[in-house]
């Protein structure tokens, strides 16, 4: 239940619903309704309101009048420019971090790797997605550029929406390809692991757009 503090109160129920949206518990096309939202939280109609309007200048809410509102559906292109940036930054990310990588460092890499595996042996795809961003985040720190790793949390939001959507069709592939990664990484490859990271995101890119295109035709057979 999220507190009573008036002037923080829209943007707190803005980061509950965010983050409702980019692990798929909204998945794209569910209707939110501010009562029932409210309710839920524990809150009033008004900060409900509020975030919806700032889940809209967010791109995660499209607000239809005499409708409501409702998670919008990925297009292909934004799709395609979340992808585009994602590859550049993170194989450069995999580069760094085969450089300037810990021992310590590998060592939590490796242990997000085996969390990823129990997750996925259980078919817990809301873990799978939470520790595929922490194994991302993880490489993006041990690059050690702070600009870097500041601009790859901003995108992760984005990134995270489009794996959950394929955690489970990536399942076994998405963590034998993390440890490719990571053995590059500790092998001070730095092209290796720059390759192995585009491998890896450019067939999860693959997934995404299958997806995409598979829910496109079904919804012209209606």
Not at 200 to 206: D, G, L, P, R, S
């Amino acid at each position: 239940m999220i507190g009573s503090d008036s002037a923080v109160l829209s943007q707190r129920v803005f980061i509950e619903l965010e983050a409702k949206i980019v692990d798929r518990s909204y998945p794209p096309g569910s209707h939110l309704v501010e009562d029932v939202v409210a309710a839920e939280l524990g809150v009033s109609r008004t900060p409900v309101r509020e975030a919806f309007r700032l889940l809209q200048r967010a791109g995660w809410l499209d607000l239809r009048p005499h409708a409501g509102a409702y998670v919008r559906y990925p297009t292909v292109d934004q799709v395609r420019d979340v992808f585009e940036l994602r590859q550049t930054l993170e194989q450069r990310a995999a580069e760094l971090a085969a450089r300037r990588a810990k021992a310590s460092e590998h060592r939590e890499l490796g242990k997000l790797i085996e969390r990823g595996r129990r997750s996925l042996a259980r078919g817990d795809l809301k873990a799978i997605g939470t520790i595929n961003t922490e194994f991302h985040a993880k490489i993006a720190e041990s690059a050690h550029n702070e600009m870097l790793r500041a601009i790859l949390s901003d995108l992760a939001k984005h990134v995270r929406w489009h794996f959950s959507a394929v955690a489970g069709i990536r399942g076994e592939a998405s963590w034998t390809e993390h440890e490719a990664i990571l053995a590059a990484v500790q092998e001070r490859d730095r092209e290796g692991a720059a390759k192995a990271m585009e491998v890896h995101i450019a067939h999860t890119h693959q997934s995404v757009e299958a997806m995409l295109s598979a829910l496109g035709r079904r919804s012209k057979k209606r």
